[in-house]
């Protein structure tokens, strides 16, 4: 072949700027755009033979080299596949943007076997100029007769075409790695992207450092010289003895870099539980056991394979931190895609793989269409058959399962309706004793004592004494501790417009008073001298006070917030509306003294000493505080000084 030059086929001269700086948005995309096409290579080169097409000996191991000279500020990718000829170097190199995998795939699409082919874009190799000076191309078609060919571009519009020196059938591409490439010149790194995009791909992928491999050389070197050396030592100061065994060395037995059968290409009978644990903690470098998992499998209406786990959470915090990893054709795309997964889902981990997926150019991106909304759709209803399945057929485990992954379900209710629908016969509610319940069980087992309102519980160790009154009366309450429980509680009121929640501390039901109509105008005439007495202690002359007689005596006082001035008084603090007091603006706390408690009865028979009397209203007020709420850094201060006061007036 002649050396031919001539100028790429493009429509303007700042394709490679435009290449470099934003047609992909992660910088390290080139690795996984340079290996994909050398797993194409390969894959075509066997669909041709399935075709009787090609030939090739049985037995032929093929593999994607990764070859790193950090001396030589080299990157090559090397592939034993299809090859190419001159021509289609001209066509598929040559013409920005002309698809060699889509001509492919036009010409066999009724060709029989099940390799798919990753690459739909012609664009995939002039990701090699974000991060080369120079790339080199030498190729040699399977075709019997072909002629190799050297293909040399330095990142401009120039190119030049000669015959080539590779013996080979395949493809090897060498970058001259820029000022853009610098990050890629450590084994390191080239592992590390290796590792995100090219974990499951289908052909074996190799790394090699030709540093790393000197080095290990001269190792071996000198440690086979310092071994002949102590020999002769041996050998000169000893009688002649028999010969030793000698011991082999160990043979360093090159090892893959991915997985080419990932376990979620297999179907859900032939995998064990052992396996779905081992690939969940390799895969998410995550010790702690994953709860269970759904194996999705499916050729049609589409090809989606996938496994989700839901982990075990540490904490609230936790739910940030899931990770849904979505391939296509075991080739990585992202991280948590929300448009093909459904955004309450991504508090999970897992793989997803979708050969089907409409992409665009760089891989990286979703169209947003109709399709992708099925895939998303048919991935949420798998979600719901497998929670239903797993209340019906494992009740047991799934209350034991319930919180960790409640806060899962809850967003989903939030977040898709169509999931509520599914699964809101299985939400359950833990209550005060640790039994779990579903909404109507809750409600039947209390409808004598609060029709149609649900008592919770948002924190057990502040509201404990609460908590502590529900249990001497015989009442329930359920635990809602989580940052999702309050815009859920509205959802469900919407859902349920009958049912009501009420948290602990709100209202106080009969049931917990000592009703007796003879003592209605002692309680009345101690609420009007309380009420004063605890105004101006505390400085708070909008303070509601209330005095009922309490069944238990224990309890001196407690802080009554009506629900709806509560969670405005929550959304408040939430949102900051500029130090507004919703709580006080909805007409603020009250303050529930108990006529039985001694502390109280104490305070009505001193209220003549006004130091001793403002000593004890101020404690009893904080004591109720505490269980309503923390108190701040200076309450707490006031409150520690006026104990100890208390305990030395005691001694």
Not at 260 to 276: A, G, H, V, W
Not at 293 to 304: E, G, K, Q, S, V
């Amino acid at each position: 072949m002649q050396v031919e030059k001539g100028s790429l086929s493009i429509h303007s001269e700042n394709i490679f700027p435009i290449i470099k700086k934003w047609l992909y948005s992660d910088h390290d995309i080139f690795i996984r755009e340079l290996v994909s096409n050398a797993t194409d290579a390969i894959t075509k080169l066997k669909k041709l033979k399935s075709l009787g097409e090609a030939d090739y000996p049985e037995g032929t191991a093929f593999s994607v080299q990764v070859v790193l000279d950090e001396e030589a500020k080299t990157l090559k990718f090397i592939d034993n596949g299809i090859g190419m000829t001159g021509e289609e170097v001209k066509k598929y190199i040559n013409q920005i943007a002309f698809s060699g995998a889509e001509d492919f795939l036009s010409k066999y699409k009724e060709g029989s076997g099940e390799d798919q082919i990753i690459g739909h874009f012609g664009l995939g190799f002039y990701s090699a100029f974000m991060v080369a000076d120079k790339v080199e191309i030498q190729t040699l078609s399977f075709q019997e007769g072909a002629a190799p060919v050297h293909w040399v571009c330095e990142g401009g519009t120039e190119f030049s075409m000669a015959d080539g020196d590779r013996t080979g059938r395949g493809t090897e591409i060498t970058l001259h790695l820029g000022e853009d490439g610098k990050d890629f010149l450590t084994e390191w790194s080239v592992r590390k992207t290796l590792e995100k995009y090219c974990s499951f791909m289908p052909v074996e992928i190799y790394l090699t450092s030709i540093r790393a491999e000197k080095e290990k050389e001269e190792r071996r070197v000198k440690a086979a010289a310092e071994k002949a050396e102590q020999a002769a030592k041996e050998d000169a100061g000893a009688e002649a003895v028999e010969p030793e065994i000698q011991e082999m060395e160990p043979v360093d037995i090159p090892k893959a870099i991915n997985d080419t059968k990932p376990l979620y290409l297999k179907k859900p009978s032939e995998c064990t539980d052992e396996e779905y644990r081992a690939f969940y903690h390799k895969t998410f470098v995550d010790f702690k056991e994953p709860l269970f998992w759904i194996h999705l499998n499916m050729d049609y209406p589409f090809n989606l394979k996938g496994i989700l786990y839901f982990p075990k959470l540490g904490n609230q915090f936790d739910t940030l931190e899931g990770q849904i990893k979505l391939y296509n054709s075991q080739v990585f795309i992202a991280d948590n895609i929300k448009e093909v997964i459904p955004e309450f889902l991504l508090l999970l981990k897992g793989v997803v793989d979708c050969p089907d997926l409409p992409l665009n150019v760089s891989r990286s991106f979703l169209q947003n269409d109709g399709f992708v909304q099925k895939i998303s759709s048919h991935i949420s209803k798998k979600v719901a058959d497998k929670l239903n399945s797993l209340y019906k057929t494992d009740k047991e485990n799934y209350g034991k399962f319930w919180d960790d992954i409640n806060p899962f379900i809850k967003f989903g209710c939030l977040k898709d309706e169509k999931f509520y629908e599914k699964v809101k016969d299985i939400i359950l509610y833990k209550d005060i004793y640790g039994k779990y319940l579903t909404l109507p069980e809750y409600l039947e087992e209390n409808r004598e004592k609060h029709a149609d309102k649900v008592f919770f519980t948002s924190d057990e160790q502040q509201q404990s004494q609460y908590i502590k009154m529900f249990k001497e009366h015989d009442m329930d309450a359920v635990l809602l501790p989580h940052a999702i429980d309050q815009p859920f509680i509205s959802h469900m009121e919407m859902k349920e417009e009958k049912v009501k929640f009420s948290r602990i501390d709100t209202d106080l039901t009969d049931l917990m008073k000592d009703v007796d109509e003879s003592t209605a105008e002692a309680l009345k005439e101690s609420q009007e001298v309380l009420e004063k007495l605890f105004r101006a202690a505390l400085g708070k002359e909008q303070l509601t006070v209330q005095v009922e007689n309490l069944k238990s005596d224990k309890t001196s006082a407690i802080v009554i917030l009506p629900e709806e001035s509560r969670r405005m008084q929550e959304m408040g603090a939430m949102y900051g509306f500029m130090g507004m007091d919703f709580g006080q603006m909805q007409g603020g706390e009250t303050l529930l003294l108990n006529h039985k408690n001694k502390l109280v009865r104490h305070i009505l028979a001193h209220q003549e000493d006004a130091d001793g009397a403002k000593l004890f209203c101020e404690q009893v007020y904080d004591l109720a505080m505490i269980s309503h709420k923390p108190l701040d850094p200076e309450a707490m201060s006031r409150f520690i000084e006026r104990s100890n006061q208390i305990l030395e007036k005691l001694v």
